[in-house]
DNA sequence: CATGAATGAGCATTCATTCAT
DNA sequence: AATGAATGAATGCTCATTCAT
């Protein structure tokens, strides 16, 4: 590849990128707006305020869109929540900060979640599988990876007792993603005393 | 209303109320197989061996079919639960009778949790609220006062600690619900180990 | 045919004749509220309260209901009219009652009118000729061939002077049926104003 | 907005309204075919010779494309005669003029008033009322106005006699578009001798 | 890179009609 | 005589996708 082209090729992937993200964001913004079975290309084309078209020339496919967009959005969580996680020492202390940061990513980018959660619980593969009966390369993948990670190692220095830490792991997503999904809760106990509360909650399950 | 009257309408309504029942079951299957987004009137049709108008003589609606399909699998897994909940007698034995009765009805009707699953996360209200963001007047209400009932008599009678009912509650469904969701925990531990280590994980957590 | 038979057969075509009344009421009533294009026949049962399938029962063809209702309107508003006609003596008393009569039935009964002119301007033969361009068999028919009547006896004797007694017929049914169908004229002029106004229309031009 | 923007949406308005005045010909087409009850969208696009879905891409509605039609063919109507009434000077002259020239539209675009017919006579507002019971906004209203302000002028310069102008021309009305909806006429008076004897007619009538 | 035009398949729904009861 | 159940075709409409420009 020539400089020329390298600089043209460049400046091309950078407006496209840019287009990318723009398409993307009018994605989450459908999304939230009138959910996965509505969104269809019109009306997020709608929302990014360009024509349908473009949308097919930027992602192959519908569900190219939505699996670029689910990355994305799996990506920007796992970066905000380990990131917050290696800041910490213990393994108690991971833990804390691990179900507290991913509590906190949910508050201040709830449109995010809705998205991950649309497209999770309604894009299917080519075969018909669901996305959240696969579960694999996703958000649960790194983080579950980390968590199990923090509870195996807390076993092996003995800040935590013994148990299945798979079990526990899933326990504790189950816990921090039921928050998200049920709006009675949230009308009840807000999302700091809910974080509090859950850490007392695991750290008593989990210690020795 | 006479006798006569009583029979023929009784018939009547029973053949309606068994056709009502295989389109329920036919969306069972559909939503299973295909998900909720592709599950047209015409795939459940094709299932039930009916055709496409039989299902809108039946229900107003294709949204109606859902809901009285949601309502219909709602009320079977409350029933299935509570019925086992309600042979103990301690909190702490109804806790264990209601995480396991919770996975065993999700173990041996898969295909109906999924069907909920998909109604739940796809269905909107004709304002475009999602169902997962109402969880008024379903499973939540019935299951999930029950489980808040049993932890704050559990904590009356000295059988729990001190913990706000409504997280550790809402903790239970969401680690309960997501070993259904997760087929990568499925694969490690299965249904009556994962039962066993959850009901320890919360007598820890709730114990006094 | 035994006397049995024919009692009985006339108490059944007396019952099957009160069916079809019922249903060509309801036909009218719907055409009044919904118009002929959305005049299902299961709007029509619902109106009548009974089932679709007894309309289907007592007439061969949703045409075949929408024919006999037409001519049963047909009829009704021939006779009303002529009865009125046959009562005066002079061409000109004639014409007059003629207009008076015609304007008075549609003022009497605007419901007969709206469903007359909703089958008129909707139905169609097997070949797709609308009626409004067969007018043979019509009320058109019977009224107009009097109308011509009256018209020439009245150039024979002297009362009325030359014109074409089709163009001039025609016109007076085309000047009728325009305030039936024209609602700016009603809110300005009322039924009896317009009449008699009418009336002297017709007198200056058709007198000597 | 700059010249090239100019050329470029006015090609791109061009090309939209050519497709839009050929769907609009070919429901011309089909509402003198097979009427306004059976012309589906489906019907229109086979005799358009395009797809079903362009219809619905350049009209929001088959609503929407029927009331552009109407509103069309009465412009056509409304230009023609007005046009012609114009250039006559007397009141005398323009009421001849007005009722030649209604008639001569009707005769050299027959398929135009056909098509008229069937709106006017099936069309419904979202609230069911007919648009023949409307007749605001619609030729009616220019072309009445045309004619209820010649007879008014007539009358106060002395040519006409006194009579209701509303009741007068709502009558010429009514004889004109007659001649159009029935066909027993037609077969016995050809469209000059018919417009020469409804103008002796309405001078008769409306003479001081 | 971007658009608007266009397609054809699919959607939920309604329809006239038939038929067993 | 009358019903409710059932069908299959047709309806208006939306969709993802393609393509010339």
Redesign the interface.
């Known amino acids: 590849m020539t400089e020329e082209q390298t600089k043209a090729s460049g400046k091309q992937s950078f407006i496209a990128e840019a287009r990318r993200e723009q398409i993307m964001n009018a994605a989450i913004q459908t999304l939230n707006?009138?959910?996965?079975?509505?969104a269809s290309l019109a009306q997020i084309a709608k929302r990014a305020g360009i024509s349908t078209g473009l949308i097919s020339y930027h992602f192959s496919d519908k569900s190219d869109l939505m699996n670029h967009l689910l990355m994305n959005l799996v990506e920007k969580s796992a970066t905000y929540i380990l990131e917050r996680v290696h800041r910490t020492e213990t393994a108690t202390a991971k833990l804390s900060a691990f179900i507290d940061a991913s509590l906190a990513y949910q508050g201040t980018q709830p449109m995010h979640f809705t998205a991950l959660?649309?497209i999770v619980?309604?894009a299917?593969t080519p075969d018909?599988t669901?996305y959240?009966?696969?579960?694999?390369e996703l958000e649960?993948d790194i983080l579950?990876c980390e968590l199990i990670q923090i509870l195996r190692t807390g076993q092996e220095q003995g800040e935590f007792g013994t148990?299945?830490v798979?079990?526990?792991a899933?326990?504790?997503?189950?816990?921090?993603?039921?928050?998200m999904?049920?709006?009675?809760?949230r009308d009840?106990?807000d999302l700091e005393?809910?974080s509090k509360?859950?850490i007392?909650?695991?750290e008593?399950?989990t210690?020795a």
Do not use: H
């Not at 959240?132 to 694999?136: S, T």
């Not at 899933?170 to 039921?178: K, L, P, R, T, V």
């Open positions: 707006e009138i959910g996965y079975v509505k959660v649309e619980f309604n299917r018909n669901p959240y009966k696969l579960e694999d649960e579950l148990f299945n798979y079990v526990m899933n326990s504790i997503q189950g816990a921090i993603g039921e928050y999904s049920s709006s009675s809760i009840k106990v005393a809910y509360e859950l007392q909650t695991f008593k399950a210690k």
